[in-house]
């Protein structure tokens, strides 16, 4: 069960990167959580500012029937979303995996699998949140924290439980329903399928109109082409 097991480090390197690392050492469901990680990273190795007042977890699953690592990114993207609205906060998901508030990000999830030939054995999903962290100068057009939100501290211990909460129920109830979690998953987007965005491509500026929208790319229409995009940057 997720949460059964939980290991706290007051710091470490990345939570992910221990389960990674580690993954035979603990059971299915184990949570990792720290108060501070020195090298937190996100989708495509970004870096991912981790300090003291932050909500850094990662879990890991050993799933016994082969789902792909991008279902737990719909599950506790979805997860988070639904324990922030419990506080009257209400958020969108930048497709695909990153969470954001007026227009500054306040939390990202990634899913990372271990993989014996195309099969995973075993798959961890990291989860940051700007909770009480002081958001730096340089990055407050970017970012955002609860605590700058609210005007009041959380309790980290607290909002880590109800996210374990919600992700143990959307697991039960989608695990073989995955469609279902990728329509609510996509109710939660910013990007809808029909929207125009910003691309860069060969050094020059596109619009490109969004065909369709999965969980692990989007299909863009550029130049009357239709092409596969894996990332997406703010414009």
């Not at 997720?2 to 710091?11: A, H, M, P, Y």
């Not at 271990?114 to 100068?137: H, T």
């Amino acid at each position: 069960m997720i949460g059964e097991k939980i290991v706290s480090f007051e710091t470490i390197n990345s939570t992910n990167r221990f389960l990674m690392e580690n993954h035979t050492n603990y059971p299915d469901g184990t949570v990792v959580v720290a108060l501070k990680q020195t090298s937190g990273y996100g989708r495509n190795k970004r870096i991912w500012y981790s300090p003291k007042g932050g909500l850094w977890f990662s879990v890991l699953f050993k799933p016994r029937k082969q789902i792909e690592p991008s279902f737990y990114t719909r599950l506790f993207s979805v997860s988070v979303v639904r324990t922030l609205e419990k506080f009257k906060i209400h958020v969108n998901i930048k497709w695909p995996n990153d969470i954001y508030l007026y227009g500054r990000k306040l939390a990202g999830v990634l899913s990372e699998g271990i993989f014996e030939g195309k099969k995973p054995v075993a798959i961890v999903v990291g989860v940051g949140i700007n909770v009480n962290n002081d958001i730096p100068e340089e990055l407050k057009t970017q970012a955002i924290s609860l605590k700058e939100i609210m005007n009041k501290e959380f309790s980290l211990m607290k909002l880590l439980e109800m996210i374990l909460k919600n992700a143990r129920i959307l697991l039960r109830k989608y695990t073989k329903k995955k469609e279902a979690l990728t329509r609510i998953w996509k109710r939660y987007l910013i990007q809808k399928e029909g929207d125009i965005l910003h691309l860069r491509e060969g050094g020059q500026e596109k619009l490109g109109r969004i065909v369709k929208i999965t969980s692990d790319y989007l299909l863009i229409e550029i130049d009357g082409e239709i092409k596969k995009i894996y990332s997406i940057f703010p414009h």
